[in-house]
């Protein structure tokens, strides 16, 4: 099996989401494990949203909050015709959740506010994400990350929890890695995010959702995990500063180690080490 993950620039819009089928179509006899990050800007504009909301500025926030639905709910309108009320009504559920949140009064730390209120732009993006390719027949499961993926409580910069994330993932997929199952082939769930054993959501640090992918790579014993992104591939340097930027066709773990040290936003730095424990390569 291998594990593809796709930026918020990859599904930013109706037509970058529509694209994902010619992607998938090349993939037909891998079982694909796609982690999803928040459409485009999703993730800032949450975060405005938290900010107002702790600030005391509840009318702000649930006005922002609703840029952001309508957003997506346009989204699913001219992605989805029979997948339509099935989506919304999934949509409307994580809408519900933070409306209520936000009617109340901030009585805890901020960093649990903003894991509580940030997590849903992974869960709205892979909802629409995945009944668009139930729509066009490509048959998948969506998967809340939360049920598999355990980090302690440390709030926007959790720690995963290995030993019960790969119980978890065990008693899941059992057997889908190796093709003895009756779940899709094509399982879809979110970047970034996680839950503690109080079911409370937690974060992984922003850009979290490349290290989201390591993680599954690493506990399914993955062949490889792909990272898709708007750009060709990795370059030497940041081509709109240096003309002579050049694409690398391949790098050494400890290379792109160095490359994330020294700055490079080629991959969250975390990513690396769960590949390189079990040989995993990684694509862009
Ligand atoms: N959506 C999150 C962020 O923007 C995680 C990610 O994109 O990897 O930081
Ligand atoms: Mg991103």
């Not at 119980?167 to 093709?179: A, I, L, R, Y």
């Not at 640090?205 to 898709?228: H, K």
């Amino acid at each position: 099996m291998k594990v593809f993950k796709f930026g918020g620039a990859s599904v930013n819009s109706i037509e970058r989401i529509q694209f994902l089928p010619q992607i998938l179509h090349q993939y037909k006899n891998d079982r694909l494990l796609i982690i999803i990050s928040a459409m485009g800007k999703t993730t800032n504009a949450l975060e405005k949203v938290t900010e107002c909301f702790y600030g005391g500025n509840k009318e702000e926030a649930l006005l922002l909050f609703d840029a952001i639905k309508q957003q997506h709910l346009t989204t699913a309108k001219y992605l989805l015709v029979t997948q339509f009320n099935a989506c919304i009504e999934k949509l409307a559920d994580f809408f519900t959740e933070v409306e209520w949140l936000l009617h109340d009064k901030p009585v805890r730390a901020y960093d649990y506010y903003y894991d509580q209120v940030v997590c849903i732009g992974e869960l709205l993006s892979t909802v629409i994400v995945s009944h668009y390719l139930n729509e066009v027949q490509i048959q998948n499961k969506w998967i809340d990350v939360r049920d598999i993926l355990r980090t302690d409580d440390n709030f926007r910069d959790a720690s995963v929890d290995w030993a019960y994330t790969q119980k978890k993932v065990t008693e899941v997929f059992g057997n889908w890695g190796q093709g003895n199952s009756n779940t899709p082939s094509i399982c879809i769930t979110q970047g970034f995010i996680g839950s503690t054993d109080e079911n409370e959501s937690t974060t992984l640090g922003r850009e979290g959702s490349d290290f989201t992918a390591a993680i599954f790579a690493n506990l399914l014993d993955a062949e490889s995990q792909t990272i898709w992104k708007d750009v060709e591939g990795v370059m030497s340097a940041d081509p709109k500063l240096f003309e002579e930027a050049v694409f690398i066709g391949a790098l050494s773990f400890e290379e792109v180690i160095e490359m994330a040290y020294y700055g490079a936003q080629v991959i969250h730095p975390k990513t690396i080490k769960p590949l390189q424990n079990k040989g995993i390569p990684l694509h862009v």
